[in-house]
Structure formats: structure tokens, C-alpha cells
């Protein structure tokens, strides 16, 4: 799915992880390229009227925030760092692939979303009996603090980029009738979970393909967003304090510390 990326270069560099980790049986299938109803044009009059939305992350402009954010064309594959893979996405949809995965286990997958949710609704839409044939929902997003991230310093960490990049996909999603979802945002802003020199240093320790794969391209000094977001969904130990909510027709788990 689109999002800090386009789809297709998305695609290859996960496609590219795979191979370096000698993985190509597990599928790969490709997502939304566009969000359901939103457009940059659309999103820039949003900013008009309700403020800036920093990270914009495919819409980033040189005349914005991230002046040296790689900005191209919706379907072009630029030349990756770590090289373009052989390998081939797969010809399903991913809301196909959700719905079916789902309809052949259910009440045993847990849906993880590090991304906005285009393609959660899509599968709500095509099959409207997909969430509630879910185990649970965890998500990166849904922010209850405000202003600068006490991480970075950066004001955009705590804009909820995933949800306000398809606005109605997330309504769509997070309004469904899911058994239960778990978001996972303001735990994420912690000074102590930045990705940091001493956390690659630590990974490198352990020599494999991915670690070395991680120390070599991973982006050093953001929050571990969508790391902890999985991490979560691995090991629930890992939360210590958390908070129950109403969202919509749903109950929402929030995990606001670790």
C-alpha cells in the first residue's frame, strides 16, 4: 500500500528483503496505490483550512519540510540501494488475500496495519463479515497526544500520518466490527525507543542476513513505529500500562507505555 512510499517501489523493496533473506516462498502481494478518495490537491486544501500536515510522505514536496525527501511517479520503480529484486509479487489483490486468509482461519489471524488502511477497507467493503472473522486489529496510529514528538522534536510524529493520508479508509476500518483492536501510538514517541547507533550496534552483534540487511539501509534516529506495533503483537508482555477506550462501536486497547 502507498504510503511513505509508492505501492510498486514498496513492493520491490520487500520483494529485494526476501531474496537476500532466501524467503521467496512466502508471498508477497501488492496493495492500494491510492488511497480510497483523497489526492494531494485534496490534502493541500485540507492544510488550507486546518493547518499543515508535515510528513506527507508520497506528496512531500521540495518546497515542504523534507526538502530531500526522492519524489517520483506513482508506478516508477527508482534504482534501490540494495539492488531490484528478481522476484515477482504475487497477482492477488491484498484485500483478496486478506479475505481469504481469513475465511480459511477463522478467528485466528491477527491483522497488523503499519500503514494507512486502504486496503483494510477494501476488504470490508468486498467482504463485510472480514473483520469480524479477524482475531484482533493492531495498528500504528490513533495519537491522543499533541504538539512537538518529546523524541525528535519533530511535530509530525505526532500527526497520525497513516490515518490522515486516507482518512476515509480509516474510518472505514477502525468503525468495523473487529473482536478488538490494539493501537499503538504515543508509546512509540519515547525518547528510549528512538532507532538509535547503540540499537544497530546491538543488532549487528547477531550476524545474519537480516541484521546485517538492517545495519546496512535502515533509517537511524526515527521512533520504532511499526517495529514496536509487531513487537507487541509477538510478545504482549511487553505492555505494562494500557488504557481501554470507545471508538466508534468498537473497543479499542491503547498502549500508552511499556
Not at 520491490?12 to 496493495?31: F, K, N
Not at 518546497?63 to 534501490?80: T, W
Request: glycine share 6%.
Amino acid at each position: 500500500m502507498t504510503g511513505d512510499g509508492w505501492r510498486d517501489e514498496e513492493t520491490a523493496h520487500t520483494l529485494r528483503l526476501l531474496e537476500i533473506l532466501r524467503r521467496e516462498d512466502v508471498p508477497v502481494v501488492s496493495g492500494a496505490t491510492f488511497p480510497l478518495i483523497n489526492t494531494q490537491v485534496r490534502q493541500q486544501a485540507w492544510e488550507k483550512s486546518f493547518g499543515l500536515i508535515p510528513w506527507k510522505g508520497v506528496w512531500n514536496t521540495k518546497d515542504g519540510p523534507f526538502p530531500n525527501y526522492k519524489s517520483h511517479g506513482p508506478f516508477e520503480i527508482p534504482a534501490l540501494e540494495e539492488g531490484l529484486p528478481t522476484m515477482k509479487p504475487s497477482n492477488e489483490s491484498a484485500a483478496e488475500f486478506l479475505i481469504r486468509q481469513v475465511r480459511a482461519h477463522p478467528h485466528q489471524v491477527t491483522i497488523i496495519s503499519a500503514g494507512p488502511m486502504t486496503n483494510l477497507a477494501l476488504a470490508i467493503r468486498l467482504d463485510p463479515e472480514f473483520p469480524s472473522l479477524a482475531r484482533e486489529l493492531v495498528f500504528t496510529g490513533g495519537y491522543i497526544g499533541a504538539g512537538i514528538s518529546k523524541a525528535t522534536g519533530n511535530p509530525d510524529f505526532v500527526s497520525d500520518f497513516n490515518l490522515l493520508f486516507d482518512p476515509e479508509a480509516a474510518q472505514i476500518a477502525i468503525t468495523a466490527a473487529w473482536p478488538k483492536i490494539t493501537s499503538v501510538a504515543d508509546v512509540t514517541n519515547d525518547p528510549a525507543l528512538l532507532f538509535s547507533d547503540e540499537v544497530i550496534q546491538q543488532i549487528g552483534q547477531v550476524k545474519t542476513p537480516l541484521s546485517e540487511y538492517v545495519t546496512k539501509y535502515a533509517e537511524k534516529g526515527v521512533p520504532l513505529w511499526d517495529e514496536l506495533t509487531v513487537g507487541i503483537y509477538l510478545d504482549p508482555t511487553l505492555i505494562t500500562n494500557q488504557k481501554e477506550v470507545l471508538m466508534a462501536q468498537n473497543n479499542v486497547c491503547g498502549v500508552d507505555d511499556r
